[in-house]
């Protein structure tokens, strides 16, 4: 592991103070922060420029705008316009945070069968489009596994996944969802022996198996339980050994300073990290 890492996710993305008060009770991992991005949100852009002072002096790392954005959008789209003006943007706030990587999703919706050929054609070009500005503007692009087969919005599966990576640019790098891996029941010891240091950051929860929660990694009742967990991070460790781990789960009432202690000292113990 390079850093342990803590999504603003978990706090409503802009529940800044509760951040605050979590990384500040995790010195002891030296933690760093995901904060979020919204490109059709400028009170929000406005207020997460402004906590540039207040996570100046962290290790910070950035996810991208998806919600609001497709990269699978026709090229000659506006849609794909706004994809990648949202993307320039997001290289604009990077650089202000000193960042050091920065996620972006292959798609967000939901497609047939017989519309995944042209599907995946776009979203190569886009994502390549938008690596090929990353690299000149000295952004670590991170590309990340989405979608549910429940949902039918998993455009790439493992082995398209995989393959993704010979179509990108180099520069592009990945971020593996575990969670998202985990409720797709994809083969980890194949998927991260097969990108190894293509993968640069990987987001950790848990989930029954049901559809993607960000449950919190040991909390009962899980898919992937301690034992599991643990066999799981040593794989990361062995072929990954300077990734980002971003603990990313689902915000609510259980979200505590002391959870996140809790959850953090677990980790470095299972990877004997202290």
Not at 37 to 46: I, L, N, V, W
Not at 123 to 146: D, P, Q, Y
Request: charged share 25%.
């Amino acid at each position: 592991m390079r850093r342990l890492v803590i999504a603003c996710y978990c706090c409503n993305f802009d529940g800044y103070d509760l951040l605050s008060a979590i990384l500040e009770r995790l010195r002891f991992a030296d933690a760093g922060v995901e904060l979020s991005m919204f490109s059709d949100k400028p009170e929000y852009t406005a207020r997460l420029c402004r906590q540039r002072e207040r996570f100046g002096g962290c290790y910070t790392t950035f996810h991208g705008p998806y919600a609001e954005v497709e990269a699978t959008s026709p090229l000659d789209s506006p849609a794909h316009r706004r994809m990648v003006d949202a993307f320039s943007e997001a290289f604009d706030i990077y650089r202000r945070f000193d960042a050091h990587s920065l996620v972006i999703h292959t798609n967000q919706r939901a497609s047939k069968p017989e519309e995944k050929a042209g599907l995946h054609r776009n979203a190569i070009a886009t994502l390549s489009e938008i690596a090929r500005s990353a690299a000149g503007a000295g952004v670590e692009l991170l590309v990340e596994n989405v979608g549910e087969t429940v949902h039918g919005n998993m455009l790439f599966d493992e082995d398209e996944f995989i393959a993704l990576f010979d179509a990108l640019p180099p520069s592009a790098g990945c971020l593996v969802d575990i969670g998202h891996a985990i409720v797709n029941d994809w083969d980890f010891e194949r998927l991260i022996s097969r990108l190894g240091a293509r993968i640069k950051a990987y987001h950790l929860h848990n989930n029954d198996g049901s559809g993607d929660s960000h449950r919190p990694l040991f909390e009962a009742g899980m898919k992937y339980s301690p034992e599991r967990l643990r066999s799981l991070f040593g794989t990361m460790e062995l072929y990954t050994p300077d990734a980002d781990w971003i603990v990313e789960y689902a915000p609510g009432p259980h979200i505590t300073p002391e959870l996140l202690v809790d959850d953090a000292r677990r980790i470095l113990d299972m990877i004997k990290r202290r």
